[in-house]
């Protein structure tokens, strides 16, 4: 009786570890390319392809105002002042990767972009202007703009000659481009405060 106890608790032990190598483990982090690590191997053109495919329209909208230059009068006559003023903005991504023209990874995004909504991505543009403004006595102006922007999200398509991470295709997650927009109209606004002389 006793050895066909044995026996049994033999047979469910074989059980348990037939079962455990049927089960796959369990993906780590170590099992997976960082979104960085594939963005490196699109530029070193270490892939077969590279592509970007958007997953929705581009989206143009009015950036945050932003002080781009001031001016105070401390006297006590009002007094009519030419404030200069300049302003650049230039391309980020929700990853933090760089994606511009200098890299490979920007040249794929942006030929994507153009094939994908017909005009042209703007990666760095730089305004400059001036505005007259009236200040009374004691006064300050704060010259503010806000300049058009663009977004667009979607995925980089990455095919390796050889598994790379164990697998030939990678998708990077979804990832947001946003830059400033080939509309060149940026909005200025002027503030009046008490200024400190």
Same mark, same amino acid.
């Given at each position: 009786? *006793?050895?066909?106890? #044995?026996t +049994?608790?033999a ?21 997976t390319?960082?979104t960085?690590e594939? !963005?490196?191997?699109?530029n @070193?053109g ?5 592509? !970007?495919?958007?997953? +929705?329209?581009?989206q #143009?909208?009015r ?8 001016? #105070? ?8 002042? $030419?404030?200069?003023w300049?302003? %650049? ?6 990853v ?5 023209v ?6 794929? !995004? ?6 994908? !909504?017909?005009?042209? /991505?703007? &990666?760095?543009? %730089? ?6 403004q009236?200040?009374?006595p004691? @006064?300050? $102006? ?12 979607g995925? *980089?398509?990455?095919? *390796? +000659?050889?598994?790379?991470?164990g697998?030939?295709? &990678? ?14 109209? /940026?909005? %200025? ?7 400190t002389?």
């Amino acid at each position: 009786m *006793f050895a066909i106890r #044995k026996t +049994g608790m033999a047979a469910a032990g074989l059980a348990v570890i037939v079962a455990a190598a049927l089960i796959p483990a369990a993906a780590s982090a170590e099992d997976t390319p960082t979104t960085r690590e594939l !963005f490196d191997q699109c530029n @070193q053109g270490r892939t077969d392809l590279c592509v !970007f495919h958007p997953t +929705g329209p581009a989206q #143009k909208y009015r950036a945050p105002y932003e002080l781009v230059g001031k001016s #105070k009068n401390c006297t006590k006559n009002n007094s009519t002042r $030419v404030i200069r003023w300049e302003s %650049t903005a230039g391309t980020k991504t929700s990853v933090g990767e760089e994606i511009s023209v200098t890299v490979k990874a920007g040249e794929i !995004f942006e030929a994507s972009y153009k094939q994908s !909504f017909g005009e042209e /991505w703007s &990666w760095v543009k %730089t305004k400059a202007d001036e505005v007259r403004q009236d200040i009374g006595p004691h @006064q300050a $102006v704060n010259i503010y703009a806000a300049p058009m922007r663009t977004k667009v999200k979607g995925k *980089f398509e990455m095919h *390796f +000659g050889s598994r790379y991470y164990g697998h030939y295709i &990678w998708y990077t997650p979804e990832i947001e481009v946003d830059g400033p927009s080939s509309d060149p109209v /940026w909005v %200025t606004r002027a503030n009046q405060v008490h200024a400190t002389c």
